[in-house]
Structure formats: structure tokens, C-alpha cells
């Protein structure tokens, strides 16, 4: 055997040998999942269940904080730089503390994405809009698994009412009860058929006459429960429940704000018993 035939049988060999690896390592580069920056740990929830296995979600607003009272972080510009979508609610389009970055930066402009589902999204109705909207986005920014995602969202859709089902028979107790509640907690309320006697804001946003005004509406309606939101008023509205001899609660409107609640089941399911066990405690 020559030496060039040595030397060819040599590197065909090595050629054999290598194929597996390079074909392992490409395997691997393909299945690193697509980063997708979230507005919300809402957004996050919804991403992050339909695309399990293909896509990452990213949230730049902390699950206890209030979206449109919070700067995004050096960390937040990081996730945002290295997405291939932003992914954001509609109203976030109104908030300079996350669209003003995004102006700022002409290379995250293209990658945004708006949310057509209007509302607040702990409603399970508003939950299913969201989830088939989302839906939508992730088809359009991963075509390859498009008819995975829209499959995946049919079946959370049902996942939905069937737990909107349950949470319903639960809160029976709670139907046509009069409560007074952070204007950010009352569409849930509402859905869990109570009367939504009197709302409130952030209370540094909320003059004295406009605090009162709601106290005297609770006060006529012999208001039952006073219900905060966490990532707004988060606590303050313990003084009115004081004053009315209700019960206090505070609810969160997004995953995560309270401990093992990383997901909408979770916290809207820990809403609901939160609102119950406020009561039981208050004996009422």
C-alpha cells in the first residue's frame, strides 16, 4: 500500500468517525430554543406553554410589579437584544418605561409584536383570545412548527373553561356578594359574579375627594370585601376594610406575584381561594 492510499483510508475514516458528531452537534443547534421576550409573566405563561420544547420566554416585568410603573433594567435590555420577538400586551404600547427603550434602539422596533386580545387576561374568556392571538404570533415568527402552536392552543383553549368551570361552582359563596376593589382587580371579580360596588386606583394617584367617594358608595352598599391588587394598590385598601368592618384580600392579575403561582391556572385558582379564605377568616 502506497502512502497516498494510506493516507486517503486514513482521513475516509476519520470522515466516518467525525459524521456522527457533526451531525450530533447540528442536532444540537437546532433544538436551542427561540427566545422570546415577554411584556409579562402573562405573555410568558402563554409562549412558554405552546411552544414547550421550541421557544424560551423571557418576561422584562417583574411578576409583582406594575407594568406601567416599572423601568425595564440592564438585564431587561440584555433579554430584549437578544430575542427574536418582543412580544407585548396592547395597552404596554402606551408605557414610556417600555416603549421608550425599545424607540430608542432602532434593532428592537421590527422584532415587536402586539397582542390583538384587549383586557385583562386573569378572565378566562380573555385568557382564551389571548392564548389563540399569541398563537398566531409564534406561527408567524416559527412557521416550521405553525401547526403545532395552533394545536397546542386549541387544547389550553379547553384547559381554560375547563378549569373557568370549576373555579365557578367554587366561588358560588361569592355571587352577587358586594365588594369594593382596585379598579385593576374588578373585571376578575366581576367574572366570579360579584357586585363590584366601588372601585379605586393607585391611592397616589387618587385624590382625597375621589377616595371618599368611593368609601361612602361601599358604605351604602354594606360592602363585604375590600380586594386589593397586588401590583397596584398592594395592601393600601386595608384601611377602607377597616373602616367598613369587611374583609381584605389582595389578589394578584399576574403569574408569579405570589409564591407557586407560576402559571394563570395557579394564580387564578389562588385568587379565587384567597377571596374565600378572606371571608372565612373575617366570619362573614
Known sequence: MTRLSHALRCLAFACLCLAPLTASALAQTQATPIVIAAGTTLVADIVGDLGRGFLTAAPIVPAASCPGHTDLRASDMR??????????????????????????????????????????????????????????????????????????????????????????????????????????????????????????????????????????????????????????????GKTFAGDLGAAFVVLSNFPGGFPDTPTWAAAVAANTDRCLAALKRHGK
Open 79 to 236: 433579554t430584549l437584544a437578544n430575542a427574536k420577538a418582543i412580544i407585548l400586551h396592547d395597552w404596554q404600547t402606551h408605557f414610556d418605561s417600555v416603549m421608550g427603550p425599545i424607540r430608542n434602539d432602532p434593532a428592537l422596533i421590527p422584532k415587536v409584536r402586539v397582542v390583538a386580545a384587549p383586557g385583562n387576561w386573569m378572565v378566562p374568556d380573555r385568557q382564551k383570545a389571548a392564548t389563540l392571538a399569541v398563537a398566531g404570533i409564534l406561527a408567524a415568527i416559527d412557521p416550521p412548527h405553525a401547526a403545532l402552536y395552533e394545536k397546542r392552543a386549541k387544547t389550553r383553549v379547553a384547559e381554560v373553561d375547563r378549569i373557568a368551570a370549576a373555579l365557578s361552582a367554587k366561588a358560588k359563596p361569592l355571587a352577587g356578594m358586594p365588594v369594593m376593589a382596585d379598579c385593576q382587580q374588578a373585571p376578575f371579580l366581576q367574572w366570579l359574579d360579584c357586585d363590584v360596588a366601588a372601585q379605586y386606583g393607585r391611592f397616589e394617584e387618587s385624590g382625597p375627594q375621589q377616595l371618599a367617594q368611593a368609601v361612602a358608595k361601599a358604605r351604602n352598599a354594606n360592602v363585604r370585601l375590600v380586594v386589593d391588587n397586588l401590583q397596584s394598590s398592594g395592601g393600601s
